[in-house]
C-alpha cells in the first residue's frame, strides 16, 4: 500500500467513525420538545381543564359592569360531556318604563361543542338553542354553527366563564344526588290516575 492509498483509507476511516459517534450522541440525547414554554404551558393548561370541566355546573353568581340594577336575579346549570356542552341561562330583570317598572324573563338554551384553545380558552359553536333577548323579546333560534368564546379559570369547585365585555358567569360543580322523593310521589299518583293536587312537596 502506497501513501497516497494509506491517506485515502485513513480519511475513509476516519470519515466512518465520526459518522457512527454522531448517530451513537444522537440515540443517547434527549429530544427537546416542539415549542415555545409558554405554548408548553397552554397545552398543560388546557389538558387540564378539559379533564375537569367534565360534569356538572349550577351558576350561583352573575356579574355585568354595564348593568346598574342590583336587583337582577340569574339562575342558570351546564353539563359538559364527551366535547358537548347543554348551557342553561336565565335573568330575572327589570327596565323602567313610563308605567313604571316592567319585568321580564331573558332565556338563553342551548347544545354547544366545546374545545379549549391554544390559550386554554373555552371556544363554543352551537348546535342548537333559542333565546328570547331579542328587540321584541320573542323566543328566536340560534344558528347552527354561532360561535362564541369565554376566558375559563377552574378554581377547585368553581369554573368562571368571562365574556370579553366583563360579563362573568360564575359556577359551582354539583354530584349526581338521589332523585326527589316528591317527583317519585306524583309519578305514582299519575299513573294510578289519582287527582293531582297543587301541593309543594320539595324538589
Given amino acids: 500500500m502506497n501513501a497516497t492509498q494509506l491517506v485515502l483509507w485513513t480519511g475513509l476511516l476516519t470519515t466512518i467513525l465520526g459518522a457512527a459517534s454522531l448517530t451513537q450522541e444522537t440515540k443517547e440525547k434527549p429530544k427537546k420538545k416542539s415549542g415555545s414554554a409558554i405554548s408548553r404551558f397552554y397545552d398543560g393548561q388546557s389538558e387540564e381543564l378539559r379533564q375537569t370541566v367534565e360534569g356538572a355546573w349550577t351558576l350561583f353568581d352573575y356579574t355585568d359592569p354595564s ?9 342558570g346549570f351546564a353539563t359538559f360531556h364527551d366535547g358537548f356542552l347543554t348551557l342553561v341561562l336565565s ?3 327589570a327596565e323602567s318604563t313610563l308605567l313604571g317598572p316592567r319585568e321580564f324573563l331573558i332565556v338563553d338554551t342551548a347544545l354547544y361543542r366545546y374545545r379549549f384553545d391554544e390559550r386554554a380558552n373555552l371556544q363554543l359553536a352551537s348546535v342548537m338553542g333559542y333565546t328570547n333577548e331579542t328587540e321584541d323579546g320573542k323566543m328566536s333560534r340560534y344558528p347552527v354553527g ?6 375559563a379559570r377552574i378554581d377547585g369547585e368553581t369554573l368562571e366563564l368571562r365574556e370579553p365585555d366583563g360579563v362573568v358567569f360564575s359556577f359551582r360543580k354539583i354530584t349526581a344526588g ?26
Fill in 178 to 203: 338521589e332523585f326527589p322523593e316528591g317527583a317519585i310521589r306524583k309519578l305514582d299518583r299519575s299513573r294510578s290516575g289519582t287527582e293531582q293536587w297543587p301541593v309543594d312537596e320539595g324538589r
Fill in 67 to 75: 348593568d346598574l340594577a342590583l336587583d337582577d336575579v340569574a339562575s
Fill in 146 to 151: 354561532r360561535a362564541i368564546e369565554y376566558i
Fill in 91 to 93: 335573568l330575572e330583570t
